[in-house]
Nanobody
Framework: QVQLVESGGGLVQPGGSLRLSCAAS????????MGWYRQVPGKQRELVAR???????NYADSVKGRFTISRDNAKNTVYLQMDSLKPEDTAVYYC???????????????WGQGTQVTVSS
């Protein structure tokens, strides 16, 4: 069994900052990519940022220069530092991990439960 537990969402004023965390636990052999998606009602889930095990990162154009993704492989945890937040960043943020369990030969994506981020004055 694998679990991804997110924390750090909330309400923040425009221009403010938040830091999201997502810790993976369970029967994990190796974690490859980790990252964050977000979704607003009526729209598709979109990629925000992702990071490989070696630290290569990718960002959506809309967050480049404002968000920073990082990870701690020893803790199986990924972080998303969000600065200069805008109202259009309001969404439910989901973390994911592309990983392999000890009991499997395959890589599978696992998802967190989602955390609400609201940017409003």
């Amino acid at each position: 069994q694998v679990q991804l537990v997110e924390s750090g969402g909330g309400l923040v004023q425009p221009g403010g900052s938040l830091r999201l965390s997502c810790a993976a636990s369970g029967n994990i052999y190796n974690i490859y990519d980790m990252g964050w998606y977000r979704q607003v009602p009526g729209k598709q889930r979109e990629l925000v940022a992702r990071i490989t095990r070696l630290g290569t990162t990718n960002y959506a154009d809309s967050v480049k220069g404002r968000f920073t993704i990082s990870r701690d492989n020893a803790k199986n945890t990924v972080y998303l530092q969000m600065d200069s937040l805008k109202p259009e960043d309001t969404a439910v943020y989901y973390c994911y991990a592309d990983l392999r369990r000890y009991s499997s030969s395959y890589r599978t994506d696992y998802w967190g439960q989602g955390t609400q981020v609201t940017v409003s004055s």
